[in-house]
């Protein structure tokens, strides 16, 4: 079943693939069939520089758990960064 469940947001930020570094312009987020890991359905999360082409972009496959442990580690890492004084 494909669930078509996707959304893209800007980024700011850089990738390192296999041609070196790129800049990342853009984020995909998506759930669905997994092309790379041993699961049905999957988390799917994209860097991508769509300017360059399909050479620029880096792209995993994670289970739903590992999704939320990413979540809280991103959101407790924000908000140690922001609460540091750390110009950003």
Same mark, same amino acid.
């Given at each position: ?7 893209? +947001?800007?980024?700011?930020?850089? =990738? ?7 800049? #990342?312009? =853009?984020?995909? +987020?998506?759930?669905?069939? =997994? ?12 860097? +991508? ?9 880096? =792209? #995993? ?15 407790? #890492? ?9 110009? +950003?």
């Amino acid at each position: 079943m494909c669930t078509n469940i996707s959304e893209t +947001v800007p980024a700011a930020g850089a =990738a390192k693939g296999g041609a070196g570094w790129f800049p #990342v312009t =853009a984020a995909n +987020v998506g759930f669905d069939h =997994a092309v790379g890991s041993r699961f049905d359905h999957a988390l799917l999360l994209d860097f +991508v520089d769509p300017a360059r082409g399909p050479s620029a972009r880096i =792209a #995993v496959e994670l289970d739903l758990e590992t999704g939320r442990a990413l979540v809280a580690a991103l959101q407790s #890492v924000i908000e140690a960064a922001e609460r540091s004084g750390a110009p +950003v």
